[in-house]
């Protein structure tokens, strides 16, 4: 039986990844203007789709993707994220995407499956 090694099928690409997400982003707020009312439909939509697409790109990883969206007020927002796994396998992208009355952060994990 041949040994699988992910790195046979490429490795993860955080710019391919990013372009991903931001179509996403785009595609789900676009020009639209700050709503309370609709920030988990945005947000989850968000994450379902930006998943749909790397799936889509038939890696054998698997993803993790977290979406906050914040209204401009002035207000600061810091965030900040870990891991600990195998870097020549794994990886990450956090994509930072805003309009004129709010701002998106998005992260993507990928873990390799073995």
Request: with cysteine.
């Amino acid at each position: 039986m041949e040994e699988y090694h992910p790195s046979d099928e490429g490795s993860f690409n955080a710019d391919d990844a990013s372009n991903t997400v931001k179509e996403c982003v785009d595609n789900v707020i676009g020009t639209i203007d700050y709503n309370v009312n609709l920030v988990n439909k945005w947000t989850a939509s968000i994450v379902e789709m930006s998943l749909t697409q790397l799936v889509k790109q038939a890696k054998a990883y698997k993803y993790i993707v977290t979406c906050a969206v914040m209204q401009k007020s002035g207000a600061g927002l810091h965030a900040a994220n870990s891991c600990y796994w195998d870097t020549t396998t794994d990886g990450s992208c956090t994509v930072r995407w805003e309009n004129r009355t709010m701002n998106c952060v998005v992260s993507v994990f990928a873990v390799a499956v073995a």
